[in-house]
């Protein structure tokens, strides 16, 4: 038997991780009262993680809004996850089952509020879901974790570039007309 050289045997096995299924989807909402979104997650203990900002929070929301809530509920109809009066916030959880899940935010404020949410989900095969090859099973559950730690920076990029967009467009709100032209010239002059 021919011996694999240690280069073609990583191109195998990234060849085969990128071939897994797996999803990341980003997108804003506009929420009223409640807006749910849906997201297979096609495993049982598979990692949902994700983030949520309340764009113009920081414009129109005194000190006593109440914040936006998140639940997620399973295909059952139980709910896995949910967190209360935010303005924003990362959340992850192991699913209990595969299925279609719900997202649903509510604002009990009234006002739309625009929410940029990000989800992900994300699989991790142990050795025996792969194929029997003693040598490429060790490679192929490291690879695949290496993939969910990148996507967990990832997530953490997208979560923190919300907060920088949306503390600029409260800071360029809040300026005066001369002061606002002041800050833009000076935001292009660092350029």
């Given at each position: 038997?021919?011996?694999?050289?240690?280069a073609a045997?990583?191109?195998?096995?990234?060849?085969?991780?990128?071939?897994?299924?797996?999803?990341?989807?980003?997108?804003?909402?506009?929420?009223?009262?409640?807006?749910?979104?849906?997201?297979f997650?096609?495993?049982?203990?598979d990692?949902?993680?994700?983030?949520?900002?309340?764009?113009?929070?920081?414009?129109?929301?005194?000190?006593?809004?109440?914040?936006?809530?998140?639940?997620?509920?399973?295909p059952?109809?139980?709910?896995?996850?949910?967190?209360?009066?935010?303005?924003?916030?990362?959340?992850?959880?192991?699913?209990?089952?595969?299925?279609?899940?719900?997202?649903?935010?509510?604002n009990?404020?009234?006002a739309?509020?625009?929410?940029?949410?990000?989800?992900?989900v994300?699989?991790?095969?142990?050795?025996?879901?792969?194929a029997?090859?003693?040598?490429?099973?060790?490679?192929?559950?490291?690879?695949?974790?290496?993939?969910?730690?990148?996507?967990s920076?990832?997530?953490e990029?997208?979560y923190?570039?919300?907060?920088?967009a949306?503390?600029?467009?409260?800071?360029?709100?809040?300026?005066?007309?001369?002061?606002?032209?002041?800050?833009?010239?000076g935001?292009?002059?660092?350029l």
């Amino acid at each position: 038997m021919a011996r694999w050289r240690p280069a073609a045997l990583l191109v195998v096995a990234l060849a085969a991780v990128l071939s897994a299924a797996w999803r990341a989807d980003a997108l804003s909402v506009t929420v009223t009262d409640t807006e749910c979104i849906h997201e297979f997650v096609p495993y049982e203990g598979d990692t949902v993680s994700g983030n949520f900002v309340v764009v113009d929070h920081d414009i129109f929301w005194s000190s006593d809004h109440p914040g936006i809530d998140l639940t997620v509920t399973s295909p059952g109809g139980n709910t896995v996850y949910t967190l209360k009066g935010k303005s924003g916030e990362k959340f992850e959880f192991k699913a209990p089952r595969g299925g279609m899940y719900k997202f649903c935010f509510h604002n009990p404020y009234g006002a739309p509020e625009t929410v940029s949410f990000y989800i992900h989900v994300g699989h991790i095969p142990n050795e025996h879901n792969l194929a029997k090859d003693e040598h490429l099973d060790p490679i192929n559950v490291k690879i695949a974790e290496l993939k969910e730690a990148l996507e967990s920076v990832t997530a953490e990029q997208k979560y923190l570039k919300a907060r920088e967009a949306r503390h600029r467009h409260s800071k360029l709100n809040g300026l005066g007309t001369c002061m606002r032209s002041y800050y833009i010239s000076g935001m292009f002059s660092t350029l």
